[in-house]
């Protein structure tokens, strides 16, 4: 065999064994995100004083949790006094574009919660949920009933 022939078989090899590549996604799991184990930093706030910390954990099958622009609000808290939910910017969790398995734990401060009635004392919960940068709504989590007081 010539130098040639050599040369086109080592160049044959290299191609096939290049472009017969493929390359694996490094998720797997469920691509919409989950989350768990709500727990809350006290049950009992003074209104206009106390912040209200709110933290649980979330799992991402494919890592798209979180918005680069802050105009996107992902997280969404709903004070069951109001009909009305809260949103608020969760920043990316893992970088732009990367598929990967993500879980950890986010932590939001509701601060100033105050009364709504005219009373000295009042109850509330907090409905919870995460959305991810493809649009999946994650489960809802209810807190524990909170007191609130002047």
Not at 41 to 56: E, G, H, L
Not at 82 to 94: E, G, I, N
Not at 125 to 130: E, L, S
Request: net charge positive; aromatic share 10%; proline share 3%.
């Amino acid at each position: 065999m010539n130098i040639f022939m050599k040369l086109v078989i080592i160049v044959l090899l290299t191609s096939i064994c290049c472009f017969s590549c493929k390359f694996e996604d490094k998720y797997s799991g469920n691509v919409n995100p989950s989350i768990s184990n709500l727990t809350m930093n006290k049950v009992n706030y003074k209104q206009f004083t106390d912040t209200v910390v709110i933290s649980f954990n979330y799992n991402d099958g494919d890592g798209d949790l979180g918005f680069e622009s802050a105009d996107s609000l992902s997280v969404e808290i709903k004070d069951v006094r109001f009909a009305k939910p809260d949103y608020y910017h969760l920043q990316p969790l893992s970088p732009i574009g990367e598929k990967i398995s993500i879980s950890g734990t986010i932590k939001v401060s509701l601060k100033n919660i105050f009364l709504i009635g005219s009373g000295s004392l009042e109850s509330t919960q907090f409905q919870i949920r995460v959305k991810d940068r493809a649009q999946h709504w994650s489960n809802t989590l209810i807190s524990k009933s909170i007191t609130i007081n002047k």
